[in-house]
């Protein structure tokens, strides 16, 4: 089992950039296994994939609205995947989650295991 916990989130202007990290532990050397994702909830809508990233690493997807701006990576080694979120926009305030998946995608129902969440506000 993995515990996931995010971290990073915050009040930002429009325009700014805030790092998201999501950090293991728990049955951390089954971490290489899993492809990672970013999900966000924003109050009255439906949770959206973000970003996601293959186990290696190898493969990245990320959705319209994050396209050119986020950047996912992720490190093995520390057992933690990152988010870098630049030009960010009102329009992406809402809570972060992290999640592990063995398949990937963009489709929370594909993922196991996930975090308590880390709120991004974009206001000036």
């Known amino acids: 089992q993995l515990l996931l916990v995010e971290s990073g989130g915050g009040l930002v202007q429009p325009g700014g950039s805030l790092r998201l990290s999501c950090t293991a532990s728990?049955?951390?050397?089954?971490?290489?296994?899993?492809?990672m994702g970013w999900f966000r909830q924003a109050p009255g809508k439906e949770r959206e994939g973000v970003s996601c990233?293959?186990?290696?690493?190898?493969?990245?997807t990320y959705a319209d609205s994050a396209q050119g701006r986020f950047t996912i990576s992720r490190d093995n080694t520390r057992n933690t995947v990152y988010l870098q979120m630049n030009r960010l926009k009102p329009e992406d305030t809402a809570m972060y989650y992290c999640?592990?998946?063995?398949?990937?995608?963009?489709?929370?129902?594909?993922?196991?295991?996930w975090g308590q969440g880390t709120q991004v506000t974009v206001s000036s």
């Open positions: 990233i293959s186990s290696s690493g190898s493969s990245i």
């Open positions: 999640a592990a998946s063995l398949i990937g995608g963009l489709v929370d129902s594909e993922y196991d295991y």
């Open positions: 728990g049955d951390t050397a089954d971490y290489h296994y899993y492809a």
